[in-house]
């Protein structure tokens, strides 16, 4: 007999829903302040080394940011998806889209790595490690410092979020959500397109201009 999913403190899985609705969208939205925070910071110093950002934007290579986009819009359209067939009760087919979307974070994550070992060989690295002899101008290393931070931070969110769902995707897949109550994949859906999202800001900041 498969337990309810209803929480001994709510009264329904209506109220318990909402809760936890809620409860998502105040941790997006500080997560949302967080990032806003970074790129603020980096509008900052964009301004005061303008030339200096401008040829170390130049210096990374823009495919890496282009494939890593389209990668992560892909796993965002994989993610509603699954959500659609949960809301249908296809917890099967839920798991399996899941699954696909997981595929798409390790291929991001994988090309994220590829593209970072670049950069250490150029040398292209925060503070006083920053060794790239084809752009010394004041404020180069601080441009990879903020570089490394605000997607390093990013990454963690990807493996937080595919971790998310190859947890939330194998639960479905066993059956632990109906069409009547499937919030948790609303939920993990809702911090993956939150992921894609912040990639979507950060690629034409750091990458393009």
Do not use: C
Not at 2 to 14: G, W
């Amino acid at each position: 007999m498969q337990a309810s999913p209803l929480a001994h403190h709510f009264e329904n899985i209506e109220k318990q829903s909402h809760a936890e609705r809620l409860g998502m969208w105040l941790f997006l939205a500080s997560e949302v302040l967080l990032f806003t925070a970074l790129f603020a910071a980096y509008a900052v110093y964009r301004y005061l080394y303008s030339d200096a950002f401008a040829e170390a934007s130049r210096a990374i290579e823009t495919w890496f940011g282009l494939v890593n986009t389209i990668i992560l819009v892909t796993s965002s359209f994989t993610v509603a998806l699954g959500l659609n067939e949960a809301v249908k009760g296809n917890g099967k087919k839920t798991g399996l889209w899941f699954a696909v979307s997981v595929a798409f974070a390790i291929a991001f994550l994988a090309l994220k790595a590829v593209e970072y070992s670049h950069h250490f060989q150029e040398g292209q690295l925060p503070g006083r490690y920053y060794s790239f002899h084809e752009l010394q101008a004041p404020g180069a290393s601080l441009f990879f410092s903020l570089y490394f931070l605000i997607t390093g931070l990013h990454g963690v969110h990807v493996i937080v979020g595919m971790t998310i769902l190859a947890v939330v995707g194998v639960k479905a897949a066993r059956g632990k959500y109906t069409a009547a109550y499937h919030t948790p994949v609303e939920l993990a859906g809702l911090y993956w397109h939150l992921v894609d999202l912040i990639w979507i800001f950060v690629f034409p900041l750091i990458y393009l201009v």
